[in-house]
C-alpha cells in the first residue's frame, strides 16, 4: 500500500505528466511533492488520471494517507 502522496505522485512518470493530467500548474504539483501533501479538492482528479493509466487508487487509500499525515504531525 501507499504510504504518501509523494508516492503517489511519483507513480508519474513525473510531476509534470500528472499535472498535465489533471490540469494543474506543474509548480503546483511539485510543491505538493516537496510538501508530501496533496488537497481533497484535487483527490477526485487524481484518481480519475490514475484510472485511466490502470491505477487503482482510491480514496479510501488517500484518505488513510491523510489520517496518517496528520498523526504523524502531532
Do not use: C, Y
Amino acid at each position: 500500500m501507499t504510504q504518501s502522496f509523494r508516492q503517489i505522485i511519483d507513480r508519474w512518470p513525473s510531476p509534470d505528466v500528472l499535472a498535465e493530467r489533471i490540469g494543474a500548474k506543474t509548480e503546483t504539483v511539485r510543491k505538493w511533492r516537496q510538501r508530501n501533501s496533496i488537497p481533497a479538492e484535487w483527490w477526485k482528479s487524481i484518481i480519475g488520471a490514475a484510472r485511466e493509466r490502470d491505477d487503482n487508487l482510491t480514496a479510501h487509500e488517500m484518505a488513510e494517507i491523510a489520517a496518517n499525515s496528520h498523526e504523524d504531525a502531532q
